[in-house]
């Protein structure tokens, strides 16, 4: 076997050891909060589909450095199951929100979601850089949770919003939450210290992801009642179109800014092509 090979056989199994360990770990801290994790919807096959992706993402970080991307991305799916699955009245959509966005900041967490949040809140709090960081954290759990509840308003009522309105609420997806965190929780101090700046790119990236997840799971949505943008009249090719302008632009953001930060950089590249591959979906558009 050639070197080259050889090496890249390796680096790939280096990455699959560490998504089985980091799954492990994440089944291990699933099981503390009571309920939140109901087997039928969290299986094995879904926490090794996720490490997968956050493994492979940032396979240098090791499992340790990966806790908070990994925990993060947990909480998002698991709030996003209570405001689609669980939820039936606005109300309890609202204050499922705003318990939320009142344990980030501090609050007592009264229920296993917020529970899960607050010790999120808590580790992020280890890093040195968390500090001058949290209120751009708040915020950005703000909008993922607006976001949601957004969606389920569109759900509830019928509406149907145009593809740039569905895209705008892209923060529903929670990517940018994630990210986020994970470059609070590993970043070096040019990461630390551009966070505003990252999150634009990475708002960019999750817009594209919105879309591949909604093409991915559309069988499985429709099924559920699920908001879908291929059940919002929009049609396959505009939606093909669409991914591929967002795939492009956000290519050239991420080249933009791997002159600074080569890891960053790779990071959010990435998170577009193993998602891509993953889902067997390729409408990543032209090289730039």
Partial sequence: MPGEELEEAYRLGRTCALAA?????LRRCAQLYDGLFPGAAFDTEFYQALTLGTAFSAPWAGAGGLKAVNRSALWVLAVGRLVD???TTREQVDRLTRECVEVAGGAVPRSPVTRFLA?????LATVEGFGPAQRLWHDQLARTLAGMA????WRDTSAVPTLERYLDNADSRGSCFVDLSHWIYTGDGW???HLDELRTVSRQVQRYLHLLGDVASYRRDLSWGDLNVLGLGVTGGEVTTAMAGLAREATGLIEALRGCSPRAAAYLGRRIGFNAG???ISDLGPAT
């Fill in 150 to 153: 957004r969606a389920w308003v």
């Fill in 278 to 280: 993953f889902t067997g």
């Fill in 119 to 123: 010790d999120l809140r808590d580790e």
């Fill in 85 to 87: 699955h669980t939820a």
């Fill in 191 to 193: 990461t630390r210290g």
């Fill in 21 to 25: 360990e980091c799954g492990r770990d």
